[in-house]
T-cell receptor, first 113, second 114 residues
Framework: DTEVTQTPKHLVMGMTNKKSLKCEQH?????MYWYKQKAKKPPELMFV???????INESVPSRFSPECPNSSLLNLHLHALQPEDSALYLC????????????FGEGSRLTVL | AQSVTQPDIHITVSEGASLELRCNYSYGATPYLFWYVQSPGQGLQLLLKYFSGDTLVQGIKGFEAEFKRSQSSFNLRKPSVHWSDAAEYFCAVGAREYGNKLVFGAGTILRVKS
């Protein structure tokens, strides 16, 4: 199984809502990532979890809250977002020895009204 | 600081023609180099990667890339493009010294005309 599964595929939320994006992988990878991608732009790293611990936070606003409940799951909790946060949110995973090879999910398209 | 440059925002080629997408990097460490492809609304798929050894690497879907250290380049090539290759292509660079962090280029959108 070489898939990274993200749910939901599409999410529309208001600025006062609380929602979550979910990501799951069963490749035994120990590093998991959240990227944000705006239209016609490259992915921008938000967070990295390594062995279920947050290892990189790219100065992301606190309205985005990551969580790694176990080695297969990664969540991104969303609260009080702004319309400019609308984007494609990509989850990825990589092997523990960091070969740099990321396996990406298909993304969650978020629209903030 | 690390940086990756893809000088071409858009490229249009005829089906069956050859393709070369350019990538230049600036990195303070021995780089790992990657090419990813993204179809509209989809995630990214790895085409090929270079860590060390033979500087000409083969990837999936008939793509290859050549690492040229002297030119700090890692250009992607395909001898004969198919209409299904139309997508956006991202060059990315990482290094063990920088941990689990890839730097992506801005991307090149490939259009294929029949």
């Amino acid at each position: 199984d070489t898939e990274v599964t993200q749910t939901p595929k599409h999410l529309v939320m208001g600025m006062t809502n609380k929602k979550s994006l979910k990501c799951e992988q069963h490749m035994g990878h120990r590093a998991m990532y959240w990227y944000k991608q705006k239209a016609k732009k490259p992915p921008e790293l938000m967070f990295v979890y390594s062995y279920e611990k947050l290892s990189i936070n790219e100065s992301v606003p606190s309205r985005f809250s990551p969580e790694c409940p176990n080695s297969s799951l990664l969540n991104l909790h969303l609260h009080a977002l702004q319309p400019e946060d609308s984007a494609l949110y990509l989850c990825a995973s990589s092997a523990e020895d960091f070969t740099g090879e990321l396996f990406f999910g298909e993304g969650s398209r978020l629209t903030v009204l | 600081a690390q940086s990756v440059t893809q000088p071409d925002i858009h490229i249009t080629v005829s089906e069956g023609a050859s393709l070369e997408l350019r990538c230049n990097y600036s990195y303070g460490a021995t780089p790992y180099l990657f090419w990813y492809v993204q179809s509209p609304g989809q995630g990214l798929q790895l085409l090929l990667k270079y860590f060390s050894g033979d500087t000409l690497v083969q990837g999936i879907k008939g793509f290859e890339a050549e690492f040229k250290r002297s030119q700090s380049s890692f250009n992607l090539r395909k001898p004969s493009v198919h209409w299904s290759d139309a997508a956006e292509y991202f060059c990315a660079v990482g290094a063990r010294e920088y941990g689990n962090k890839l730097v992506f280029g801005a991307g090149t959108i490939l259009r294929v005309k029949s």
